[in-house]
């Protein structure tokens, strides 16, 4: 059951998701995703540890508030979003030292990261809209995570399109594929390691 303040959360989302989509028609969904997807993918990360965690695509921030909620004092989170709408509101709307918000692509991970001063990431999430994007984008986006993601890391890719599965069995030795039914439309989550 939610409670008031998450109500208000997850509405003032879902108008920031609609307001943006009449802007910028490639975002991948006009409302953020489910509780039940959020759960899902939160708990394919280990919060028993420190993590260095980037999200590519957090739209509003659906997913970066649960993973805040979660992650020790020392982890952080690092947020890649290249709508300005998204981003601004984003800067607005999280303030905590862990999280650090860049307004960039994908494509650029590993600069951001280079810049940054860290070596390697524990983990990869992205939501971002693969079916917009083109062949070799899609390739160089999944490669470029997989050189900062740190031995044992993970990538964690949700879509409501099976397309990305090919373009990551070329760069990963490990694949596991699950779906979240219970979000509009339903999820497919990907996780990707070697």
């Avoid at 899609?138 to 740190?150: D, F, G, Q, T, Y």
């Amino acid at each position: 059951m939610y409670s008031y303040f998450e109500l208000m959360k997850n509405t003032r989302q879902t108008f920031q998701y609609l307001r943006t989509y009449w802007k910028d028609r490639k975002i991948a969904s006009v409302t953020p995703s489910s509780s039940f997807a959020v759960r899902r993918i939160c708990g394919k990360i280990d919060f028993t540890r420190d993590n260095i965690i980037v999200e590519c695509g957090p739209g509003s921030g659906i997913f970066s508030f649960a993973i805040l909620n979660q992650m020790s004092q020392n982890s952080k989170l690092i947020l890649i979003e290249s709508n300005r709408d998204f981003f601004e509101y984003l800067q607005h709307h999280i303030n905590d030292a862990r999280v650090f918000v860049f307004y960039d692509n994908a494509i650029n991970l590993p600069c951001i990261i280079k810049q940054f001063g860290i070596g390697d990431v524990d983990y990869v999430i992205m939501g971002i809209p693969f079916s917009f994007t083109e062949h070799k984008l899609n390739h160089k986006i999944i490669a470029h995570s997989k050189e900062v993601l740190r031995k044992g890391g993970k990538l964690i890719v949700y879509q409501f399109s099976p397309r990305i599965k090919k373009y990551l069995k070329h760069h990963f030795e490990e694949i596991r594929t699950g779906f979240e039914v219970l979000n509009v439309p339903p999820l497919i989550i990907f996780e990707a390691s070697d």
